[in-house]
């Protein structure tokens, strides 16, 4: 089925360690964005990108690296994992550009110890 | 980053009661969209609202944008505990090198009690 898909779903990883959060979306849209969530912060943007090979900052991209070498795949990477980059990760792509809606996977919860 | 403030941050009531919750900004914004999100999954499109003074009717609820299109609310009649979640609004932000990204305000938690 088409959709957008986030793996693993849930993570537990130490302090240091470096993952890598997987989202795949079948639609071939051109925008995919990163999100986290977080009690009190709400939805903040991590890193999106226009279209393969174009990414950018959002407001929370220190720790955290992109790439989109595909249109359909955009991981996110912690380099070295901290306690404060426990949260709720939220993939979503968008067909073009703005006003247009976003579709969200399902989202990881990431748990650094 | 353009700042969506949201209100009130949780609410609680009892079906059958009505209710309205607001998306504030100082920004003016070339669109806004409504957001509810359910535990454990991904926040689901409601509503894109457009142009100012625009009202939008999704059965049970309406939404407002402001006339400035600085802020925009939701008003839900005859609230169901299916309508529990967090809603949530979102407006772009245009970046002249990557195209946009969409800004979420913290959300409003709603909870229908029988």
């Known amino acids: 089925d088409a959709g957008i898909t986030q793996s693993p779903r849930y993570k537990i990883t130490e302090t240091g360690r470096q993952v890598t959060l997987m989202c795949h979306q079948t639609w071939s849209h051109s925008y995919m964005f990163w999100y986290r969530q977080d009690l009190g912060h709400g939805l903040r943007l991590i890193y999106y990108?226009?279209?393969?090979?174009?990414?950018d900052k959002g407001e929370v991209p220190d720790g955290y690296v992109v790439s989109r070498s595909k249109t359909e795949n955009f991981p996110l990477t912690l380099e070295s994992a901290t306690r404060s980059q426990t949260s709720v990760y939220f993939c979503?792509?968008?067909?073009?550009?703005?006003?247009?809606?976003?579709?969200f996977g399902n989202g990881t919860r990431l748990t650094v110890t | 980053t353009q700042l969506l403030e949201q209100s009130p941050q949780f609410l609680s009531i009892q079906e059958g009661e009505n209710l309205t919750v607001y998306c504030n900004s100082s920004?003016?914004?070339?669109?806004l969209q409504w957001y509810r999100q359910e535990p454990g999954e991904g926040p689901v499109l409601l509503v894109t609202v457009v142009t100012g003074g625009e009202v939008k009717k999704l059965k049970r609820l309406t939404f407002q944008f402001g006339d400035a299109r600085k802020d925009s609310s939701l008003h839900i009649t005859a609230a169901q505990p299916g309508d529990t979640g967090l809603y949530l609004c979102a407006g772009p932000e245009l970046n002249s090198n990557s195209g946009y990204a969409l800004n979420f305000g913290k959300g409003t938690s709603l909870l229908v009690t029988p």
């Open positions: 979503a792509s968008s067909v073009q550009g703005i006003g247009s809606p976003l579709h």
């Open positions: 990108s226009a279209a393969a090979d174009i990414t």
């Open positions: 920004s003016v914004f070339s669109s």
